[in-house]
């Protein structure tokens, strides 16, 4: 059995599925090219049928990212993936995204539970097995790399599992995923369930791959999968931050750390380049608006961070007292390297190159005067200065409504006031003057009766992105669309309701506070304008 485990990252498509989490085109090619640098084998880059952007984005990074130029920088192409139901419709989009990708993958699923079965899809055994394999071997005949998935693997009888896993490899399959869809296994009946199946299943060979899917449900999601590495599994499908539907998914970076880590007990190797598992993280937080929690294995702000007595002095004699892997493992620079205002092009080009960014000339234009503009305020820019700047300028949805000014008066001694100016999505500059409770309120106040958009702020977050009373402030909010209206359609609905993040950086907390308000509204307006042009068409 090899002792290679591939590294399946599904945080484009499971991971987007999060409340909020929704990503552009521009944010989801970006985190794949990231991605693919990152090391990752597969990259299941979305689910084509869903949408037709959905689809369009999955075709634009197969044909980009599973294309890359000849004699670019990149240790391997990544297999790009496309999910689809395990219907004829669905397979036949999952194709048409991801066929001009040198390496394409067409993964497909069907639920085994007897809930699901019996609840969901209102079909008998015998049809499930024989839907399986008729559709596996349809994706087969479109392309050599199929997936296929039971669905809620983790609460279906074995012994059928079994029967549905061989008819799968009989049509064609390459790599058998099994989904702990609800997170409720506990690791010793994961890993039973795989070695079962490894041992049981009719056609299993060398040729295929077992792959685990796990979600986070009751907290086990890592030690599940684990688990079933441990069993004999060579796939782990995981997501950035372990962000997913619900509690999450696996999160890729404790998973390869773990196997990095205690390489020991496990005798694993995966092809991530772990240096880059910190940069990729804060810039999954960004796309999404979804903060990475403080105490979070790894990528946590407090993952390297020694408080206690005790364990500061034990730190000071020896670091492998308090910390089982280096900061410098995942990314994490001690050493804050910086820029200054004297700082030119070619210096912000190379650092940003280093960084995994690299610019256009127009593109490097644009970087320069923000980044001017920064450290005319704040004398130095640092690796993360420079990282919220760049998501700040290039990672934003199309410009429906932009700042054109803000400014704010508060305090104790009168009535928190701003007055705002947008330019709207016709050029005209609109300006309004709210009062607030505060001026991050009176502000958005002012925005909300410029774009009349209904809405309900669900969250707001606002936090330093280096230390010192000049540091750039990073905001991220989500918001939730009100549709106003008694009557409407099921689709139009369904995108009011929808959860929308977004994100602002600048030395001024306000600024950066309106600038993420309007990314977020951006991303509810232009959503439903795309409802609305499908209905009329």
């Not at 009719?202 to 890592?222: K, N, P, R, W």
């Not at 696996?250 to 196997?259: G, P």
């Not at 905001?475 to 977004?502: C, P, W």
């Not at 600038?515 to 609305?532: R, S």
């Amino acid at each position: 059995m090899s002792n290679y485990v591939k590294i399946f990252d599904t945080t484009l498509r499971d991971g987007e599925q999060s409340p909020g989490a929704s990503m552009t085109s521009t944010e989801k090619l970006e985190l794949a090219r990231n991605l693919a640098r990152l090391g990752v084998d597969i990259i299941e880059a979305g689910f084509p049928a869903a949408s037709p952007d959905d689809l369009e984005a999955v075709r634009l990074i197969a044909n980009e990212v599973g294309n890359p130029p000849s004699g670019e920088e990149q240790t391997q192409v990544p297999v790009i993936c496309g999910l689809a139901r395990a219907t004829r419709g669905d397979i036949d989009k999952a194709w048409e995204a991801v066929k001009g990708a040198q390496k394409p993958r067409i993964h497909t699923f069907l639920a085994t539970s007897e809930i699901h079965m019996k609840q969901k899809l209102r079909m008998d055994r015998e049809q499930v097995v024989e839907q399986a394999a008729e559709m596996v071997a349809y994706a087969r005949s479109l392309c050599d790399n199929v997936e296929f998935s039971p669905e809620d693997a983790g609460r279906s009888d074995p012994n059928f599992l079994y029967i549905v896993l061989g008819e799968a490899i009989k049509a064609g399959a390459t790599t058998l995923n099994i989904p702990d869809t609800v997170g409720y296994t506990m690791p010793e009946e994961f890993g039973a369930l795989i070695a079962g199946i490894i041992a049981n299943t009719s056609g299993m060979s060398d040729e295929i791959t077992i792959s685990v899917h796990t979600h986070d449900d009751l907290g086990l999601a890592t030690a599940n999968a684990l688990a079933g590495i441990h069993a004999g599994a060579r796939q782990a499908e995981v997501t950035i931050n372990g962000i997913g539907e619900r509690a999450g998914n696996t999160s890729l970076e404790e998973v390869v750390m773990a196997l990095k880590t205690r390489f020991p007990v496990y005798a694993l190797e995966t092809g991530i380049d772990t240096t880059q598992i910190s940069r990729l993280s804060k810039l999954v937080s960004k796309f999404t608006g979804i903060p990475v929690q403080p105490n979070k294995a790894i990528v946590g702000a407090n993952a390297f961070t020694h408080e206690a007595g005790i364990h500061q002095d034990g730190m000071l004699k020896s670091n492998q007292t308090y910390e089982i892997m280096r900061p410098e493992d995942v990314g994490v620079n001690q050493t804050q390297l910086v820029l200054g205002k004297h700082s030119g092009r070619h210096a912000l080009r190379v650092r940003l190159a280093e960084m995994g960014h690299v610019l256009d000339e127009v593109e490097l234009d644009q970087a320069f005067t923000r980044f001017k503009e920064l450290t005319d305020r704040k004398k130095v820019a640092t690796y993360a200065d420079l990282e919220a700047l760049i998501a700040d300028e290039f990672y934003q949805p199309l410009s429906v409504y932009t700042l054109d000014g803000l400014q704010v008066t508060c305090g104790t001694m009168g009535m928190p006031t701003a007055t705002v100016r947008l330019k709207g999505p016709d050029g005209e500059v609109h300006t309004q003057a709210s009062i607030g409770t505060g001026p991050v309120d009176a502000t958005y106040k002012a925005i909300n009766t410029i774009v009349n958009k209904g809405n309900t702020l669900i969250e707001f977050n606002i936090h330093a992105i280096t230390e010192g009373i000049d540091a750039l402030g990073e905001v991220t909010v989500r918001i939730q669309g009100n549709n106003g209206h008694q009557s409407m359609d099921a689709q139009k609905e369904l995108s009011y309701s929808r959860i929308y993040s977004g994100h602002g950086a600048d030395t001024d907390i306000i600024v950066a506070s309106a600038k993420a308000y309007i990314n977020a509204l951006n991303k509810l307006f232009i959503l439903q304008t795309e409802m609305e042009t499908v209905r009329s068409v």
